[in-house]
């Protein structure tokens, strides 16, 4: 069955970076394109970043625009989100997510992640 785990979260510094991965299995990874999307408490889910299939086309919130680097790598399965800049708004719970189409809506993503944890203190 499809699988999501997320990995990379953690405590950092405001302006440090992390880099976040998703290692997905139990699909053709190539086909699909990978959201991320994140959640800060008392906030609705909101997106983030997604790449398509190939990795040819990317969009990003406005918000991270800038700052944020979706990527992946199909021989590996995985796809990753480079977080440069973090400011403690950007603290929440990260998911990554599966969808037939490049989409910025989460109802376009049937598959999540069970999310990862940023904190970025000021």
């Known amino acids: 069955q499809v699988q999501l785990v997320e990995s990379g979260g953690g405590l950092v510094q405001a302006g440090g970076s992390l880099r976040l991965s998703c290692a997905a299995s139990?699909?053709?990874?190539?086909?699909?394109?990978m959201g991320w999307f994140r959640q800060a408490p008392g906030k609705e889910r909101e997106f983030v970043a997604v790449?398509?299939?190939?990795?040819?086309?990317?969009d990003y919130a406005d918000s991270v625009k800038g700052r944020f680097t979706i990527s992946r790598d199909n021989a590996k399965n995985t796809v990753y989100l480079q977080m440069n800049s973090l400011k403690p708004e950007d603290t929440a719970v990260y998911y990554c997510?599966?969808?037939?189409?490049?989409?910025?809506?989460?109802?376009?993503?049937?598959?999540w992640g069970q999310g990862t944890q940023v904190t970025v203190s000021s």
């Open positions: 997510a599966r969808s037939p189409v490049v989409s910025s809506r989460s109802d376009s993503f049937r598959y």
């Open positions: 139990g699909y053709i990874f190539r086909i699909y394109a």
């Open positions: 790449i398509s299939g190939s990795g040819g086309s990317t």
